[in-house]
C-alpha cells in the first residue's frame, strides 16, 4: 500500500521568509496530492491539491510542485505571516486509497 | 451553512464503556469517511461511506462499527471503549471522492482512562 513520508517534523521561520514542507510517496498509481492545513482546536482544511498531469500549481503565496519520477511534492510557502503557524499534512493516493503524512507543525516567528 | 458538524467535542470514558460518536453534514454529499488522530502519526482511516446504506472498513476498523442509514448523517460506534482508542476524531465529506478535497468537522478529543 501507499506510505507518505513528510519532512520536516516542525519548521520555524522568521515572518517574510519561505518556507517548504516536502513529502515522498512510494505508490506509482497516486494521482492526487492534496495539502491541508489544520490549526489549534480546528479540522484539516484543504488549502492546495495538484493532480499527476500537472508539474506544479500556484495559489497567491502558497504553491506546490511534483516529481512524478521521484515520487515527491513539495509546499512552498513565500512571504510568510503569523496567520500560517499551524500543522500542515499532504496526502497521497488515488479512488478511495488515501494515506496521510505524519504532518508538519510550521511556527512563523514574528 | 454549518458544512461537518461533530458531536461531543470532548468525552472522557472508563475502559469498557460504550459510546456514539455523531456526524452530520448539510452539503449534501454522498462520500463520508471517519478518521482518527494520533500525536505524530497523521490521519489514519476507520471508515467510510459511499452512500446511504454502504459502508467500507478503512486502515484501522477493529473496536468501532459504523451505520449510514441517511445521506446526512454517518454515526460512529465504540464498543467496549480501551486506552488505545484515546486520540482526536474527525469526520470528513466529499461530493466525489476523497480526490476533490475533503471537509473536515472540527473534531471530538476522546480520552479512555
Known amino acids: 500500500g501507499e506510505n507518505v513520508e513528510q519532512h520536516p517534523s516542525t519548521l520555524s521561520v522568521q515572518e517574510g521568509d519561505s518556507a517548504v514542507i516536502k513529502c515522498t510517496y512510494s505508490d506509482s498509481a497516486s494521482n492526487y496530492f492534496p495539502w491541508y492545513k489544520q490549526e489549534l482546536g480546528k479540522g484539516p482544511q484543504l488549502i492546495i491539491d495538484i493532480r499527476s498531469n500537472v508539474g506544479e500549481k500556484k495559489d497567491q503565496r502558497i504553491a506546490v510542485t511534483l516529481n512524478k519520477t521521484a515520487k515527491h511534492f513539495s509546499l512552498h510557502i513565500t512571504e510568510t505571516q503569523p496567520e500560517d503557524s499551524a500543522v500542515y499534512f499532504c496526502a497521497a493516493g488515488y479512488g478511495q486509497n488515501f494515506v496521510f503524512g505524519p504532518g508538519t507543525r510550521l511556527s512563523v516567528l514574528p | 451553512n454549518a458544512g461537518v458538524t461533530q458531536t461531543p467535542k470532548f468525552r472522557i470514558l472508563k475502559i469498557g464503556q460504550s459510546m456514539t460518536l455523531q456526524c452530520t453534514q448539510d452539503?449534501?454529499?454522498?462520500?463520508m469517511y471517519w478518521y482518527r488522530q494520533d500525536p505524530g502519526m497523521g490521519l489514519k482511516l476507520i471508515y467510510y461511506?459511499?452512500?446511504?446504506?454502504?459502508?467500507d472498513k478503512g486502515e484501522v476498523p477493529n473496536g468501532y462499527n459504523v451505520s449510514r442509514s441517511t445521506t446526512e448523517d454517518f454515526p460512529l460506534r465504540l464498543e467496549l471503549a480501551a486506552p488505545s482508542q484515546t486520540s482526536v476524531y474527525f469526520c470528513?465529506?466529499?461530493?466525489?471522492?476523497?480526490?476533490?478535497?475533503?471537509?473536515f468537522g472540527s473534531g471530538t478529543r476522546l480520552t479512555v482512562v
Open positions: 470528513a465529506s466529499t461530493q466525489q471522492g476523497p480526490s476533490y478535497g475533503y471537509t
Open positions: 452539503m449534501n454529499h454522498n462520500y
Open positions: 461511506s459511499v452512500g446511504a446504506g454502504i459502508t
